[in-house]
């Protein structure tokens, strides 16, 4: 088993920026790569950015340019760093893990609400 424990969301103006990590414990070695995905109300949880255990990473176009995933092996942590937020990224915004058999880990998802 893997748990993902998230931080850093908050509310921000439009323009600000933020620092979302998440840190993994549990059976690590089985993760193949990791992400961050979001959910707005009303609407479908989508892929925001992953890094691969390889360290190959990829964005969603919404976020290309503004957003940033990188990870600290030692520390087992996962951050998304987030600058130019608008409004349309409020959302709950959740860490994956995707491990090499098909299993996908969640953390409890931390809330993140850009005012214009």
């Known amino acids: 088993q893997v748990q993902l424990v998230e931080s850093g969301g908050g509310l921000v103006q439009a323009g600000g920026s933020l620092r979302l990590s998440c840190a993994a414990s549990g059976t690590i070695f089985s993760i193949n790569a990791m992400g961050w995905y979001r959910q707005a109300p009303g609407k479908q949880r989508e892929l925001v950015a992953d890094?691969?255990?390889?360290?190959?990473?990829s964005y969603a176009d919404s976020v290309k340019g503004r957003f940033t995933i990188s990870r600290d092996s030692a520390k087992n942590t996962v951050y998304l760093q987030m600058n130019k937020l608008k409004p349309e990224d409020t959302a709950v915004y959740y860490c994956?893990?995707?491990?090499?058999?098909?299993?996908?880990?969640w953390g409890q998802g931390t809330q993140v609400t850009v005012s214009s």
């Open positions: 890094i691969t255990r390889r360290g190959t990473t």
């Open positions: 994956n893990g995707h491990s090499m058999v098909g299993v996908d880990y």
